[in-house]
């Protein structure tokens, strides 16, 4: 029966079926399992790429920026220029459109969206924390923690659909032309969180030069994977900063990204990219937060990073780690999934996850079932707004933290679960 389309199979051989699998779920149970998939992790391998920046900077040198900035003492809101020349080329804008921060562009984008509620994004216009009411547009699966930042701030999430080339459009255009209070929206523009996807050309054009009625709307544009390419054909993402001022819109996007998985996840570089005019008003308001950001670290990733070539090297290791952990999955899921008609997923060119959609109404029960034997998964739902799949199908699967071995064992697990539950799905009541 292995490879053959379920929804074709009789009552008795799914039956018989189910047997042979809850056996093979039960022998996983008696190896008392603890794998973990369930966060994009770099594993220790890629994190030793990065030990030599450790080395980098010694007690008997200057620790100067090419500004003459003391990088061991206060200033410099903004970062220093080298770390600027260099990370600004990763988004493709000038030095004078990017702001370099601590090591987290997350804790960015939550001080960015909360700058917006306390004071707003535009002269003449309400901080958007005094509305009765502001909306943010949620293309899903998406962030878990983008959607966390909106419930928390207490901004109401919109779900959009994602299609193979980015959010459903025409919705989202019919959205913003007619509701005032949808302030903005959460894009992961390349190799997206979970899906995989690169926007087209098309949707990067469509969003920038979109009619909203809210005069201060603004794209949070995270482009976390922007060079976590998997493949020696990237997927190519057109520049949204360079589309919105063409649009005539040149202060509509705010562009995030970090070395988090460049680097080190607990120690890169942070990095807002925006408008001349965005990054002024940004500055000002940022320099009442804090005196400066960690420029030793910049100046340390400078000097090991040393250039946009040597960076997409460096990329080029980090993919040589994962790529075995992300055909792995994709060997295991064709082989014991394929063909069967109980699931679909995506098979990206780049990123850190692979989104598997089971079946309506699966997913919750999957994953618990894995759970259950010791294998941690993202808890289901969490890709979308509110934790609620609508669908309760969606599965993100991260497969670069576990070893090869223990990445083999989690997903035979995970497909011995997802056919449990297909079966249980199909028969209905019929099976315990
Ligand atoms: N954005 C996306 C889409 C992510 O997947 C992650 C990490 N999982 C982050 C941001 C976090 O970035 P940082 O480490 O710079 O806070």
Redesign the pocket.
């Known amino acids: 029966e292995f490879g053959t389309d379920f929804l074709k199979l009789g009552t008795d051989q799914l039956k018989d079926l189910y047997q042979e699998l809850q056996e093979k779920y039960n022998e996983f149970k008696s190896q008392n399992l603890k794998l973990d998939m369930s966060?994009?992790k770099p594993c220790p391998e890629q994190l030793e790429l990065s030990m030599e920046m450790l080395d980098i900077l010694k007690s008997d040198e200057q620790i100067i920026a090419i500004d003459g900035a003391d990088c061991r003492n206060y200033g410099g809101v903004d970062g220093i220029l080298e770390a600027k020349e260099l990370f600004a080329q990763i988004l493709g804008v000038s030095t004078k459109e990017i702001i370099l921060g601590g090591?987290?562009?997350?804790?960015m984008m939550f001080d960015t969206l909360s700058r917006a509620m306390l004071f707003g994004v535009r002269k003449g216009e309400m901080p958007w924390g005094k509305l009765p009411k502001v909306k943010f547009l949620c293309p899903s699966p998406g962030?878990d923690?983008h959607f966390a930042i909106c419930e928390l701030l207490n901004i109401e999430m919109i779900t959009i659909d994602m299609n193979h080339d980015g959010p459903d459009m025409d919705t989202i255009e019919m959205l913003v032309r007619e509701d005032d209070s949808i302030k903005g929206i959460w894009c992961?523009p390349k190799y997206s969180?979970p899906d995989g996807t690169t926007y087209s050309d098309e949707i990067v054009d469509r969003l920038s030069c979109m009619k909203t009625k809210a005069r201060d709307f603004r794209i949070f544009w995270?482009d976390?994977?922007t060079v976590h390419h998997l493949t020696d054909t990237p997927d190519q993402l057109k520049n949204i900063l360079a589309a919105c001022k063409t649009a005539g819109y040149p202060n509509r996007v705010y562009m995030?990204s970090?070395t988090?998985?460049i680097t080190f996840?607990g120690s890169?570089v942070?990095m807002l990219a925006t408008s001349e005019e965005n990054v002024n008003s940004i500055k000002k308001q940022l320099g009442i937060q804090t005196i400066g950001p960690d420029k030793i670290n910049q100046l340390r990733h400078v000097r090991f990073l040393q250039s946009l070539d040597n960076l997409n090297v460096h990329m080029k290791k980090q993919a040589a780690i994962i790529k075995p952990k992300f055909d792995l999955v994709l060997h295991h899921l064709e082989v014991d999934l394929g063909g069967k008609n109980i699931a679909v997923w995506s098979k990206p060119n780049g990123g850190?996850f692979i989104s598997l959609n089971t079946l309506d109404g699966c997913a919750k029960e999957v994953v618990n079932m894995a759970a259950q034997i010791g294998v941690t998964l993202t808890n289901a739902g969490a890709t979308y707004p509110y934790g609620k799949d609508p669908r309760d199908r969606n599965i993100r699967i991260a497969p670069t933290f576990p070893s090869i071995h223990e990445l083999k064992l989690a997903i035979n697990v995970l497909c011995v679960c997802v056919q449990l539950i297909s079966i249980k799905k199909i028969l209905g009541g019929s099976i315990r």
């Open positions: 966060r994009g090591n987290s562009s997350l804790n962030y923690r992961v969180n995270d976390a994977y995030f970090s988090s998985k996840p890169g942070a850190y």
